[in-house]
């Protein structure tokens, strides 16, 4: 007698759905050997029945766009790959109160919602497994919750976008604009039509606030991340941090402040220096560095999105709560807000490190001391200055680098300088992270 197959729902059936359709049919017969029991697509539900279908990875006996008639049949799981917060969301809500465990690749969903949605699925004996809402096919969720869990977290540090590390890569490595890097990830179909929450920072800060709630147990949403996108960048600067020794990469950053229960959070363009391991990263790959006061330094990489790295987390998450072992992991995760304590996060003016700065100044007698006395006067100390040779009264590009000052007081020395006469345009503030080595 053939053993009974779980019976599994689909919500939605787009790049990533049609992945997991085809990886549960092409390797129906390994994860039945690895389960005992054969995984059975039952139900999808769509908005556009006849354009799943054309997809070709699900047939018409599978697929309705009836929620009632969906929700009637009995599962072991749900798969939810549609994404968005909204009907989808309820949609989530439903499966959790019907008692049905939730895999999810939305990090929309869960950055906003993610403990009410976690209290409900406790509340029901249901499960969330969210590990491709993170990190594409990068173990992220599994190596914090589980494969690293007796460390306490010193810091992570991100490259958790796609889209703005190959554009970033193109400007470092190929001298391309931004519009023209821009232009060549939606060519190649690493950016969307409307490129927006990949290069604000967006994608990335959703991804951070789910990372740093598992690695510090606190309450954190993506409103608590301040966030900075690559699309004001120039090539100059990446040129000239070149120089110095720096790549740049849009960083998601979650670290612990010394010496007390702190949490600075932050998003943005950063230069590290070119011998990192994330220097590394190129192209649309993805990497996260755990800084773990146990283990030292675990970096992760890998592929950080599209169809088949997505849904080999989402059908690895599915295997893993469908053997039992994932649902027993959930139900003694922290994960609800009675569990954590409030956080209590490093104000973006507070946050102390390096800096980059850069101004367009006219070439005349003593601006530079004028430049310096602006600095000095908000305790800001300059570790060193750059400046080409210029024929007077030309506007040259100044760089300086600066000791660890605090941001706050950096973006008031820039008003001060923009305020100055000789200064043309807005200065140029950009982070510098030195990463935790082993």
Same mark, same amino acid.
């Given at each position: 007698m053939s053993p009974t197959p779980f019976r599994i729902g689909m919500i939605g059936c787009g790049t990533v759905g049609g992945g997991v359709a085809r990886l549960l049919s092409e390797q129906r017969e390994l994860y039945q050997h690895r389960l005992g029991r054969p995984i059975e697509l039952t139900r999808v539900l769509v908005r556009t029945p006849a354009k799943a279908i054309e997809g070709g990875q699900v047939t018409a006996a599978q697929v309705t766009d009836d929620a009632d008639a969906f929700f009637d049949e009995a599962y072991d799981a749900i798969i939810e790959v549609a994404g968005g917060a909204g009907v989808v969301g309820d949609y989530v809500r439903r499966a959790l109160s019907l008692g049905r465990h939730v895999v999810t690749a939305n990090k929309s969903l869960l950055a906003a919602?993610?403990?009410e949605l976690f209290k409900l699925a406790r509340e029901h004996d249901a499960a969330i497994a969210f590990e491709a809402s993170c990190g594409g096919g990068i173990p992220c969720v599994t190596a914090?919750?589980?494969? !690293?869990? #007796?460390? =306490?977290?010193?810091?992570?540090?991100g490259i958790l976008n796609g889209t703005c590390n190959y554009i970033l890569t193109e400007m470092t490595h190929h001298g391309r604009t931004y519009e023209q890097?821009?232009?060549?990830?939606?060519?190649?179909?690493y950016a969307e039509a409307d490129e927006t929450l990949d290069v604000s920072g967006q994608d990335a800060a959703q991804k951070l606030a789910i990372l740093a709630s598992l690695a510090f147990d606190a309450d954190l949403h993506e409103g608590d991340v301040p966030c900075i996108g690559i699309d004001g960048l120039e090539l100059m600067d990446i040129e000239?941090?070149?120089k110095l020794g720096y790549d740049?990469? !849009?960083? #998601?950053? =979650?670290e612990?402040?010394?010496?007390?229960?702190?949490?600075?959070?932050n998003c943005r363009p950063c230069f590290i220096h070119n011998d990192d391991l994330l220097a590394d990263v190129e192209g649309s790959f993805n990497a996260l560095l755990l800084d773990g006061h146990a283990v030292g330094q675990t970096m992760l990489y890998g592929r950080g999105a599209g169809a088949m790295?997505?849904?080999s987390a989402v059908v690895s998450d599915l295997i893993s709560v469908l053997s039992g072992g994932y649902p027993a992991l959930f139900a003694n995760l922290r994960l609800t807000p009675d569990c954590q304590p409030e956080p209590k996060l490093v104000e973006p003016a507070d946050i102390e490190s390096r800096f980059y700065l850069r101004i367009d100044a006219r070439d005349v007698p003593g601006v530079m001391a004028k430049v310096t006395k602006a600095l000095g006067d908000r305790n800001i100390s300059l570790a060193s200055m750059h400046q080409p040779e210029a024929n007077a009264g030309q506007v040259v590009p100044v760089v300086f680098t600066t000791h660890t000052a605090r941001q706050g007081d950096l973006l008031a020395a820039c008003d001060d300088i923009a305020?100055?006469?000789?200064?043309?345009?807005?200065?140029?503030?950009?982070?510098?992270?030195?990463l935790p080595r082993g």
């Open positions: 919602h993610g403990r914090i919750q589980t494969g !690293l869990t #007796a460390n =306490a977290y010193h810091g992570l540090y890097a821009l232009a060549e990830a939606k060519e190649l179909g000239l941090g070149a740049i990469k !849009l960083l #998601a950053t =979650a612990r402040w010394p010496g007390s229960d702190w949490i600075a959070l790295p997505t849904a305020r100055l006469e000789e200064i043309t345009g807005k200065p140029v503030l950009i982070r510098i992270i030195d």
